[in-house]
């Protein structure tokens, strides 16, 4: 058993491992994507002129009256000292229902004149400063691998790594504890000898020591790629689940893509009447209308609290695009056993559950990722020159037919 075990683990783990470095050392990184990308991109993120900011809300319509090709989809409600508004934008249908995609997704305005200080397109492949940190943040889960036929191909393929990641760990633990006198030898590091014994001993004894903050990891990374096709039905075998408009309704094409039938301040008047009537004291932070599955959201925090660091998060209302009504909700913290299984899956795999120190830690684990893929596959390769030589000297010592002594009478 344990010889098949050590096969599957090396399998496996040389399957893995150039997704999982990858993962690991975008992971570490992208642990503070906020930061890095407002310090990347002052145009995007510092407003220019001096004065009162407007209401988003009007900055938003004023954007969408000066372009028609587009429709703001993500709207922040307040607006910190000194920054800008950075909406979230996508195409707007014709008449037809039809609609033609944009060379971006996000416009920067100042608030205080609503003039249109810069724009990006999220997530496309470009080292260029404003694209940085979106691109490592989207290689980090997709590999920006291309839709094909519809299918977000990259994300799929990065939710099996994440599978195939979690048995991995499940495989390793066994075997690095072969019998109760090796267990020590499984914690244990050779710093003296150094060379390829501790190299050894950091692929091994390392992976045994972050065990539980790995297998966190590969499970959330599931969850965070396959939630709605693998992770929320396993759940939702053992545990009632809260509705979710985003896994019961069926996302559109991206070019026939919705229009609300509600305007957004319709909405927030909804929302807030429902947040009063829970007793939520944080006003709307936000406003999003997903065009793909015609919904709309509305987040509940204080400003600057937009990121949800800390427990579980912000609450979320999610309202119907054409009619406004009630399509579920995000309570963090309430709900069945396997609602806040789901609600914990980002917070746990970003680390904004414990806030500072958690993205700290995730950043860190990040680069042992990368660490142990490395490891693992200069492990391999020194086995496998190792094997090779040793059937090299085997075949050396072996007789040959033509050399073997003639027999007699020849």
Not at 70 to 96: C, M, N, Y
Not at 148 to 174: E, F, K
Not at 203 to 208: F, M, Q
Request: with cysteine.
């Amino acid at each position: 058993m344990r010889t098949a075990l050590t096969v599957l683990h090396r399998w496996l783990g040389l399957a893995t491992a150039g997704f999982l470095f990858v993962a690991g050392l975008t992971g570490a990184v992208i642990s503070w994507d906020h930061e890095l990308d407002a310090w990347l991109n002052p145009t995007l993120f510092e407003a220019r002129a001096p004065g009162a900011p407007r209401d988003p809300l009007a900055l938003a319509h004023d954007l969408e009256r000066a372009d028609r090709s587009l429709q703001v989809t993500w709207t922040p409600l307040s607006v910190e000292p000194g920054g800008t508004v950075l909406f979230g934008v996508e195409p707007r249908p014709d008449a037809a229902g039809r609609s033609q995609a944009l060379a971006f997704n996000q416009v920067a305005v100042d608030p205080a004149t609503g003039e249109r200080l810069g724009q990006r397109f999220w997530g496309q492949p470009s080292l260029s400063r404003e694209n940085l940190l979106p691109f490592l943040y989207k290689l980090h889960y997709s590999l920006t691998v291309p839709f094909v036929s519809g299918v977000d191909v990259g994300v799929w393929l990065m939710g099996l790594v994440g599978i195939a990641w979690t048995i991995d760990c499940l495989v390793a633990l066994a075997i690095s504890f072969p019998s109760p006198p090796a267990w020590r030898k499984s914690f244990a590091f050779r710093w003296k000898e150094g060379g390829y014994r501790l190299l050894f001993d950091l692929h091994r004894s390392g992976g045994v020591w972050l065990w539980g903050l790995l297998v966190v990891l590969a499970v959330t990374s599931v969850s965070m790629n396959l939630g709605h096709e693998v992770v929320r039905p396993i759940v939702g075998a053992v545990s009632t689940l809260k509705p979710d408009p985003f896994a019961e309704r069926a996302p559109r094409p991206p070019d026939r893509m919705a229009a609300p039938g509600l305007p957004r301040e319709a909405v927030l008047r909804i929302a807030r009447a429902e947040a009063a009537r829970r007793g939520w004291e944080a006003p709307a932070g936000g406003v999003f209308y997903s065009p793909y599955y015609d919904v709309y959201g509305v987040g509940f925090y204080r400003p600057g609290d937009d990121h949800g660091d800390g427990g579980l998060g912000n609450p979320w209302l999610y309202f119907d695009g054409r009619t406004g009504a009630p399509a579920g909700d995000l309570t963090p913290g309430q709900g069945s056993a396997g609602d806040i299984f789901l609600q914990a899956q980002f917070p746990l795999h970003s680390g904004r559950i414990l806030d500072l120190p958690g993205r700290i830690l995730v950043s860190a684990l990040g680069l042992a990722v990368a660490g142990f893929s490395a490891t693992g596959v200069v492990i391999w390769a020194r086995k496998r020159r190792g094997r090779a030589l040793r059937r090299r000297k085997a075949a050396a010592r072996a007789p040959s037919a033509w050399s073997a002594p003639a027999r007699s009478g020849s």
